[in-house]
């Protein structure tokens, strides 16, 4: 038996809840079995300059996932593999991540609404044997709808909802407070009172390792940076973000606790609406956020330069990040390829022009 772990927002998540699911099975009076890789559901939902569509990728836009009881239209569900590939001009990492994470890796469909997607979930719980922990890195999870900085709350919110329709004994664990630079740090503490945090080792946070480094996830970075002790202030894409002591910690609380936070997650389990469509409007009402939007408004695509990563000199490069850095201890490694005029498919270049290979670039 084990557990089902879902990344609550998509994105880059899976890396970080590969990193909570070996933390929390270490800590377990019951291990699984360390022959088993745990189940991450993920909904295929990326920044736009690695998907340039709307909205979150569902069954219909892969081709080579491998169906289980049926596939997601018959009761079942799908998961990825390395040789999956979205259609384009869809785009994912998720079938990289199938292969440079150690766990298996199942897609979130939320297109048919929010009780098809908690029947999915169901399918996958019962396919793990286990209760249901869904991983959020940073916080937003616990929105109560009006945080000055929040820009993606709809993925989070219709994950608590369908996780609480399923019925399944579900905890939520909050990975990272702040990290995601949506909700403040000190807030979510407040929110996380009576919580015992755990906090991951180094060797749980090696387990990402091949995936950090080309991923162009930050929150998850920035998690596995303050495991591995890293600290002080961090040049994000949209924000600036300061690591703390309380950075490398893994909070739990129960889903009930985390659905009484959320406005958007509550609003969803009393009204049920059919469709994706409805579901998002719903937030937005509640919100003022687009629930489909919000993150291709506020990081947009940008093309790659000629010449690219081959003419890169490290002496100037790291000049233009110490300015991009704004007086920062660390830049990450999204944002370094950003000032550089790269695109996160040069990330691994990046890494080995600057020769480091910690998941964040220090500046001071």
């Known amino acids: 038996m084990s557990d089902l772990y879902i990344a609550a927002g998509g994105g880059g998540d899976p890396v970080g809840t590969l990193i909570a699911a070996r933390t929390l099975t270490a800590d377990s009076s019951d291990p699984a079995d360390p022959a088993d890789v745990p189940l991450i559901a993920t909904y295929a939902w990326e920044r736009p300059e690695v998907d340039p569509t709307a909205g979150p990728l569902g069954e219909r836009d892969f081709d080579g996932l491998v169906h289980e009881g049926g596939g997601i239209g018959a009761g079942g569900f799908a998961a990825f593999t390395p040789a999956t590939r979205a259609r384009p001009p869809a785009g994912s990492t998720m079938p990289a991540l199938a292969g440079d994470l150690p766990a298996r890796l199942l897609l979130l469909d939320p297109a048919r609404g929010l009780s098809a997607l908690s029947r999915q979930i169901e399918a996958m719980a019962e396919a793990a044997g286990g209760r249901i922990r869904i991983v959020d890195i940073g916080g937003d ?92 202030t961090v040049r994000a894409v949209n924000n600036v973000i300061r690591l703390t002591d309380v950075s490398p910690r893994l909070y739990p609380l129960p889903l009930r606790e985390a659905v009484g936070h959320n406005p958007v997650a509550r609003a969803l389990v009393d009204e049920q609406p059919a469709t994706l469509a409805a579901a998002a409007d719903l937030s ?70 600057l020769t480091t290979d910690t998941p964040l670039l220090r500046l001071t």
């Open 141 to 232: 999870i616990l929105t109560h709808g009006n945080e000055p900085d929040l820009c993606s709350p709809f993925g989070d919110a219709l994950t608590l909802a369908a996780c609480h329709l399923t019925g399944i004994p579900t905890t939520v664990h909050i990975a990272g407070p702040g990290l995601d630079g949506e909700i403040g740090e000190q807030p979510l503490l407040e929110r996380l009172a009576g919580s015992r945090p755990l906090v991951p080792d180094r060797d749980a946070a090696a387990a990402a390792a091949r995936a950090l480094a080309w991923h162009p996830s930050e929150a998850s970075a920035l998690w596995a940076a303050a495991v591995h002790g890293a600290r002080g």
């Open 284 to 353: 937005h009402r509640l919100t003022g956020i687009p629930g489909l939007a919000s993150e291709r408004t506020r990081t947009p695509r940008q093309e790659p330069p000629a010449g690219g990563i081959a003419f890169l000199d490290r002496d100037v490069a790291m000049k233009t990040l110490r300015e991009a850095g704004d007086g920062a201890d660390h830049i990450t490694l999204r944002h370094a390829a950003r000032a550089l005029g790269l695109t996160w498919t040069d990330i691994p270049a990046l890494r080995a022009a």
